[in-house]
């Protein structure tokens, strides 16, 4: 007997609705359920993307991209999101009110500080030799 994991994917589709001003469509898979959102870009390379909700995927979509997730976490008013790709793969959805108290969504990189190189663990030696306060030298 042989079991087969579902794997967890971020997928991008073209919006059918010709008529919209966000063309693509976002599906995020979520513990509760997926979330399916309108979007300006397909993920943020150098701005915040705006997007909204959608009325839901549709049963034949043009796919764009299909990427499997690593992790994708509600932490409040944001969903952070981790891809399985070398680049672009680090995001985050934030949730707010714009004007006229719609929300408003946006999905921006997500800050990632890389760990600096290793130091040594043992303390630096002096640079130079203090000179006592009271030194007429100084």
């Not at 070398?86 to 890389?114: C, D, K, M, W, Y």
Request: include cysteine; hydrophobic fraction near 35%; aromatic fraction near 6%.
């Amino acid at each position: 007997m042989t079991t087969s994991a579902r794997v967890a994917l971020f997928e991008v589709a073209a919006n059918p609705d010709p008529d919209s001003t966000l063309p693509f469509l976002i599906r995020l898979p979520l513990s509760g359920g997926e979330l399916v959102l309108k979007a300006r870009d397909s993920w943020p390379r150098t701005a915040k993307v705006y997007c909204h909700r959608a009325d839901g995927w549709p049963d034949d979509p043009e796919i764009i991209e299909r990427i499997p997730v690593r992790s994708c976490q509600r932490r409040g008013v944001a969903i952070d999101l981790v891809l399985d790709r070398p680049r672009e793969n680090r995001s985050q959805l934030v949730f707010t009110r714009i004007q006229g108290g719609r929300e408003g969504i946006f999905l921006a990189v997500r800050a990632h500080h890389p760990p600096g190189p290793a130091r040594d663990p043992r303390p630096a030696p002096p640079r130079r030799r203090s000179r006592a306060p009271h030194d007429p030298r100084r």
